[in-house]
């Protein structure tokens, strides 16, 4: 199983996501927020979207949203930005 070992905000939308497989990935959550649902409007506030943290390996916010790591990694693998280690 895929879990987040560690995050950074890299802007007002970005994180740098870190998974136990050792692979990384800058996520821009534009898409999410632009959805703007009860559960992904705070993430528009720069502020609160820096608030996230990792819980029982997912990524979560103080609001109660949480989001799977093995799909934000199943994702971002298939749009090709997640950096692997090399061999």
Known sequence: ??????????GAATLWL???DDSAANWSAEELIARDTIMTRPL??????ARAFIEAGALAW??????????????????????????
């Open 44 to 49: 528009a506030d720069p502020k609160f979207f």
């Open 1 to 10: 199983m895929i879990k987040l070992i560690d995050i950074a905000v890299t």
């Open 18 to 20: 870190a998974f136990s």
């Open 62 to 87: 103080p609001n109660g949203f949480e989001l799977s790591a093995t799909n934000l990694h199943r994702r971002l693998a298939a749009s090709g930005a997640l950096i692997r280690p090399a061999a």
